[in-house]
Each structure stands twice: as structure tokens, then as C-alpha cells.
T-cell receptor, first 114, second 116 residues
Framework: SQQGEEDPQALSIQEGENATMNCSYK?????LQWYRQNSGRGLVHLIL?????REKHSGRLRVTLDTSKKSSSLLITASRAADTASYFC??????????????FGKGTHLIIQP | EADIYQTPRYLVIGTGKKITLECSQT?????MYWYQQDPGMELHLIHY???????EKGDLSSESTVSRIRTEHFPLTLESARPSHTSQYLC???????????????FGPGTRLTVL
């Protein structure tokens, strides 16, 4: 079953506004990562937050993690048209079994209108 | 920009053909992965490798096969392509667990495959 699930599925905001995306997951994790994907391209790693961390910043990005609720949020401040992309959360599960690699959600498609 | 390359970027091919999707990385990473992604959907892990001569199946069953003869090269092969194989295939790599930056995966640009 799917581990990460983002919401909303799609988000359209005006340039300059803040964008918030949420991710929920089901099992224990080692870390949670956010990736960005421009249309038809590969994924680019944005930020990683470990299970013992609650908040992390990188430039205009702010990520929070609540392991008790099994959820994370990605905030992009002062959005720009170039931020238009799909954003995926990915978990590195702490299950000890199953296949290796990250488990991705379906993503949030973010559109920044100029 | 990550040093991981995939060719071809786009491939349109007829049913029954054998195809190989190439993936190469110049970062010296031991771990490599293949994901399958349908438009607007999540990525599903179909194959991964810990290093040379190591190949494992991922969470999503796939009729494709992979090989890892060299560290930098992780090709994916479909012996007989079918329309159900139409998808985007993404290759990624990461350092071995425990090493610096080992949690991060670096992705290639993807190959968009269409089987007619």
C-alpha cells in the first residue's frame, strides 16, 4: 500500500504567496524527504528531515515533521513562477523488510500564477 | 545538476520489440534504482542494485530485467515490449548507506516510453 500521500493534489496560487503542501505516511520512518519534479523531467532532491527532527529550513523552504501524527508539511515562502512543479514526499522506511529504496506519494502539482 | 544520464529521453516503439533503457552515473555511487511513473502518479520502485553483480526486484512487479556489470552503468531491458509498458522510467543513484549523503537519491531525466 502507498506510504506517502500528499495533499492537496493540486494547488494554484499567485506569485509572492506562500504555498503549503502536506504529506502523510503510514509506517515508522528513518527520514522523510521532499523532491521536486518539473514536467517530464527527473526528480530533484530539496530537503531531508530525520525522524528525530521537527523542523528544518533551506532557503525559502521550511519542512516540519510530526512523527506522532505521521505527517510532514512543506512550506515555500514568497513563491515564484519558477516554483511551478510537482512536489513529492518520500519516506525511507524503518521496517527492516521489503524492498529497498524510497516510497513516494502521488505528489502535489503546484502552479504559481504570475 | 546531478551527474546521472538516461538515454533515450523518448522512445516510441512497436509491440514485441526488445528495448534497452540506458542509465549511467559518474558519481561513483554504489546503489542504483529504477522507478516507473505513470503521468501524474507516484513513483514505483521496480529494480535496485547495491553494487556490481547485485540486482533486486522492487515493490512493483515488472517484466523488465536489469544488469549491473559496471558500477556506473545500470541498464533496463524489456525483451518484448507491450502497450502496458508505456510509462516513464526514472533511474536514480545514491551512496551506500552510512556514507555521507547516502540518504539522498539523485535522479536522471527519465525515459518516456510509448509502446504502440
Amino acid at each position: 500500500s502507498q506510504q506517502g500521500e500528499e495533499d492537496p493534489q493540486a494547488l494554484s496560487i499567485q506569485e509572492g504567496e506562500n504555498a503549503t503542501m502536506n504529506c502523510s505516511y503510514k509506517t515508522s520512518i528513518n527520514n522523510l524527504q521532499w523532491y521536486r519534479q518539473n514536467s517530464g523531467r527527473g526528480l530533484v532532491h530539496l530537503i531531508l528531515i530525520r525522524s528525530n527532527e521537527r523542523e528544518k529550513h533551506s532557503g525559502r523552504l521550511r519542512v516540519t515533521l510530526d512523527t506522532s501524527k505521521k505527517s510532514s508539511s512543506l512550506l515555500i515562502t514568497a513563491s515564484r513562477a519558477a516554483d511551478t512543479a510537482s512536489y513529492f514526499c518520500a519516506t525511507d522506511a524503518n521496517s527492516g523488510g521489503g524492498a529497498d529504496g524510497l516510497t513516494f506519494g502521488k505528489g502535489t502539482h503546484l502552479i504559481i500564477q504570475p | 545538476e546531478a551527474d546521472i544520464y538516461q538515454t533515450p529521453r523518448y522512445l516510441v516503439i512497436g509491440t514485441g520489440k526488445k528495448i534497452t533503457l540506458e542509465c549511467s552515473q559518474t558519481m561513483g555511487h554504489d546503489k542504483m534504482y529504477w522507478y516507473q511513473q505513470d503521468p501524474g502518479m507516484e513513483l514505483h520502485l521496480i529494480h535496485y542494485s547495491y553494487g556490481v553483480n547485485s540486482t533486486e526486484k522492487g515493490d512493483l512487479s515488472s517484466e523488465s530485467t536489469v544488469s549491473r556489470i559496471r558500477t556506473e552503468h545500470f541498464p533496463l531491458t524489456l525483451e518484448s515490449a507491450r502497450p502496458s509498458h508505456t510509462s516513464q522510467y526514472l533511474c536514480a543513484s545514491s551512496a551506500l548507506a552510512g556514507g555521507p549523503g547516502s540518504d539522498t537519491q539523485y535522479f536522471g531525466p527519465g525515459t518516456r516510453l510509448t509502446v504502440l
